[in-house]
């Protein structure tokens, strides 16, 4: 059986014979170069073979336009040089970017070759961050960005409509290149962060408009709510196939309490990288079997990859597809 074919089973809601899983890692020394970081994609892919790819780029593409800079380094995450958000009135800069845009550009055509590399054996899907996830990258700082939300609303309320005007064309544009689907993260949907109210006006509000505007209901769209203590719970009429999360922090929402509740979506987790490095992997073996769900679930971390991998974990996985 084809993976796109796999996948779209699971979506529907029927069994598969084998369990469904994938993974994904950043390519520091190579983010900054389109060439290496194909290979470096293509060859995880090929190495372990996952049941979809999920193109893990540079997470700063979606500031870069809006002028944020930032330093990279080998191996390890990179550091910001500047952004464009250093007073009050600079949120009035945040205006529509167009697709010509280089680092837009760049992705695309990552996205577009890496699509061409697995055709229709296997389903590709791109990151997008939610509107609120990107104006907080933008500020800089996410308490800064709070008391910009608090005091200056008006100047958030343009940014947000312009970055759902850019992502929304940029989403339906890397859709019209092949792939399969999109990858919706956010860091912001913690209940320490945002109040019940402001989680509503902020967060579900302008999630739900970009949504409604790039209208890809038909596409795998995954909803990955990052963190700890997370508003999961009122994100679950988001129209996506898949929910991820960390299902292992004990202050989240349990795999089985979403799965019985979101009775339509797709679970996808299960395991996390602290389990995945400390424990052997008989053990961490016996955890998959012991958390494993018949349908509408996909093995996978709570997040992406951190360094050490447990490689022999990965293959022994990836044998089980």
């Given amino acids: 059986m084809k993976k796109i074919d796999k996948?779209?089973?699971i979506i529907k809601?029927?069994?598969?014979?084998?369990?469904?899983?994938?993974?994904?890692?950043?390519?520091y020394n190579f983010e900054n170069d389109v060439?290496?970081?194909l290979d470096a994609l293509i060859s995880f892919q090929k190495k372990y073979k996952w049941d979809f790819v999920k193109i893990n780029t540079r997470a700063s593409y979606h500031i870069e336009g809006w002028g944020c800079f930032y330093d990279?380094?080998?191996?390890?995450?990179?550091?910001?040089?500047?952004?464009?958000?250093k007073k009050v009135s600079d949120w009035k800069k945040i205006n529509p970017l167009k697709l010509s845009e280089p680092v837009l550009q760049e992705h695309l055509k990552l996205a577009e070759i890496i699509k061409g590399e697995f055709k229709d054996e296997v389903p590709v899907i791109f990151t997008i961050f939610l509107p609120i996830e990107i104006a907080a990258r933008i500020c800089g700082n996410r308490f800064l960005f709070k008391q910009y939300l608090n005091d200056y609303p008006e100047y958030i309320e343009r940014a947000l409509e312009n970055i759902i005007v850019t992502f929304s064309q940029f989403a339906k544009e890397i859709i019209k290149r092949g792939i399969d689907g999109i990858f919706l993260a956010t860091k912001c949907a913690e209940q320490n962060y945002l109040s019940e109210e402001e989680f509503r006006k902020w967060h579900i509000n302008y999630d739900k408009k970009f949504l409604d505007v790039i209208d890809l209901k038909d596409k795998i769209l995954i909803l990955h709510v990052c963190g700890k203590e997370i508003r999961l719970n009122e994100m679950l009429d988001y129209e996506v196939k898949?929910?991820?999360w960390d299902s292992t922090d004990s202050s989240n929402p349990a795999l089985e309490e979403?799965?019985?509740?979101?009775?339509?979506?797709v679970i996808m987790g299960g395991i996390s990288n602290k389990q995945m490095q400390e424990l052997s992997v008989k053990a961490n073996l016996i955890n998959i079997e012991n958390i494993m769900l018949k349908k509408r679930w996909i093995l996978s971390a709570e997040c992406v990859?951190?360094?050490?991998?447990?490689?022999e974990l990965l293959t022994v996985i990836s044998g089980m597809l």
């Fill in 35 to 37: 060439k290496l970081l």
């Fill in 258 to 265: 979403i799965y019985n509740k979101a009775i339509s979506k």
């Fill in 72 to 85: 990279y380094f080998k191996n390890s995450k990179p550091k910001r040089l500047t952004y464009p958000i």
């Fill in 7 to 9: 996948i779209s089973r």
């Fill in 242 to 244: 898949i929910l991820h």
């Fill in 305 to 311: 990859l951190e360094p050490p991998f447990n490689e």
């Fill in 13 to 27: 809601g029927e069994e598969v014979n084998t369990i469904a899983s994938t993974f994904w890692r950043h390519f």
